[in-house]
């Protein structure tokens, strides 16, 4: 089994902005569109500016069959606050003890080391999402989008190319 099998997975963090990652829902439908709509997030995401309501419901169809073919795994990102959704971060393609590693956040949660947060516990957890050993994640990156290059060097990943990867092994 490569992705455990569960209905909930949460884990969360003790900090001022404390959050709770958990798998997506279709619920969640418009929330992640109201972040991937924002043009702050558009200029560096792959889903383009004309990105739909119905769009986003079918990546999350994906995501959740993704999760259930054991083939990766996409968590919210929820403030324990107010239970809003604030952004998403996925594992996808893990094949052959690889994985790709997606991301967005909300904007105005942007500059405040979440996302940092995030991936740590995601790496931190990881056997709590993946049962299968991974060697390596691998993110690709617009390269004019440094904070994103500067949270991936952070969080432990190297440059090849022109993408980035973490060896987790």
Known sequence: MLIK?????????????AFDLRPIRHKDCQAIWDI????????FNDYGTDITKGDVY????????????QQGIRLVIVLRSSGQVIGSVGLFNIIDGQGMLGFELASQ???????QKV?????????????TPLNSVVALVNPNNSASIKLLTKCGFQQHDA?????VC
């Open 109 to 115: 949660y942007f500059g405040k080391g979440i996302m």
């Open 119 to 131: 991936l740590d516990m995601l790496f931190e957890k990881l056997t709590t999402f993946v049962t």
């Open 36 to 43: 991937l709509k924002d043009p702050q997030v558009q200029s």
């Open 5 to 17: 099998q569960k209905e909930e997975i949460n884990v969360s963090n003790d900090d001022d902005l």
């Open 163 to 167: 993408h980035w990867v973490k060896y």
């Open 58 to 69: 079918d990546f999350i169809q994906g995501d959740i069959e993704r999760f259930y073919n």
